[in-house]
């Protein structure tokens, strides 16, 4: 990854934040090297946030699912501004409680006066708007703050395409979590990093129907924000058409809970692709690699990646399709509970790693999407990307 100054970011957190907003930028900035402290009034390091789901599923607006439990690593009232480069508030319904509280203003107004980057994503902008930060500033968020942010005295810019940000002098705006990509890559230029190597990469991802919602979402748009060209592939899908993915959580029970997570949409038709236009395949796990290893041509499309040299890697359950492939013979791997069996059975040598992420030349494994930030940033290594501060 290259020499990383030690910068640290802010993320104010609350109950009911939406998951990626949260996630994403969470895991994606240690994986580049920076720390992201995590914390919210009333709560403890220690303590968890629930996080939501939003996406489309049909109705005239947006679902709200339950998400994951968010894990909090500092206390909010040993805050201090000064000791942080940039602020991140993800969006979600958490913002309107907070919007009434003034220490949460306080630490909001002084990362605004220091002209330090402060990130606002889908309805986080109301916390600009109820410390006053908004007027004459342009932005963007979800279409329902429209009216609000005028109000107020902001300049209301539509995203085009959704995708994109608005950036106005130390303010990021973004209509939510579908422009994570170029969010990401406008703080990391906002934080003077310096960024070789991606432009010229690009990476498919293998996916279908369950597919892990973190561990196939995170590292797409965190490649995604370091210039590469991410694509994704599902063998029944059409381009444009959608996997469901699948959130898994631990929540008490002897085995991780699963509930619905958001839609992924997938980018390529499967007779474009062509692996000599890839520098790397990444299998994300969840339950639909049950589903891939049913499909030759699946197969047959892992096995060219490795037989041509490129970087291979597997997430969680994804080391199932990898399995069936038969590469996993004499290749060391970071695997959790749920893969020891199907590794240890088809040659793989298991081998326990506290950061859940290791390479075994182009062979990447990772245990989970707790691991998401060792394993992009590993990613990133054997891609020949640097990000430096």
Not at 234 to 259: M, N, W, Y
Request: a negative charge; aromatic letters at 8%.
């Amino acid at each position: 990854m290259g020499s990383l100054a030690p910068k640290s970011v802010l993320m104010i957190c609350g109950d009911y934040m939406e998951d990626y907003e949260a996630i994403v930028p969470f895991q994606a900035l240690q994986a580049f090297g920076l720390r992201v402290d995590c914390v919210s009034p009333g709560k403890n390091s220690g303590h968890k946030c629930l996080t939501a789901v939003h996406d489309y599923m049909g109705r005239e607006l947006y679902t709200e699912l339950p998400g994951h439990l968010f894990p909090l690593n500092a206390n909010f009232n040993l805050v201090k501004p000064e000791l942080y480069e940039a602020l991140i508030i993800p969006g979600g319904r958490f913002t309107e409680l907070f919007s009434l509280d003034n220490k949460i203003l306080n630490v909001v107004t002084s990362f605004a006066l220091a002209g330090k980057p402060v990130v606002t994503t889908c309805h986080s902008q109301l916390l600009l708007i109820a410390a006053g930060l908004i007027k004459g500033r342009r932005c963007t968020a979800f279409p329902s703050m429209k009216t609000v942010v005028n109000l107020a005295g902001g300049v209301w810019l539509d995203p085009e395409p959704v995708t994109k940000c608005v950036m106005d002098g130390n303010f990021i705006s973004a209509i939510g979590w579908p422009a994570h990509a170029d969010l990401l890559s406008l703080l990391l230029r906002s934080l003077n990093a310096k960024i070789s190597g991606g432009q010229n990469k690009s990476i498919l991802f293998l996916c279908g129907d369950y597919v892990e919602d973190y561990e196939v979402n995170v590292p797409f748009r965190a490649l995604g924000g370091l210039g590469c060209r991410v694509e994704a592939v599902s063998p029944t899908k059409k381009r444009g058409e959608t996997c469901l993915t699948a959130i898994h959580d631990f929540e008490g029970a002897q085995v991780c809970s699963e509930k619905s997570g958001h839609y992924f949409a997938v980018t390529s038709d499967w007779d474009d692709i062509h692996v000599e236009d890839y520098d790397c395949l990444v299998i994300p796990g969840g339950r639909s690699p049950e589903f891939l290893v049913t499909h030759d041509k699946v197969i047959g499309l892992v096995e060219e990646f490795e037989e041509k040299g490129k970087v291979v890697s597997a997430i969680g359950q994804g080391q199932w399709v990898l399995a069936a492939a038969g590469l996993l013979k004499g290749k060391r791997c970071a695997s959790a509970y749920a893969m020891k069996a199907i590794v240890k059975a088809t040659g793989g040598e298991l081998v326990d790693c506290a950061e859940g992420s290791l390479a075994h030349g182009n062979f990447l494994t990772a245990t989970g999407w707790s691991a998401l930030p060792c394993f992009i940033s590993d990613l990133v290594n054997l891609l020949g990307i640097n990000v430096t501060f």
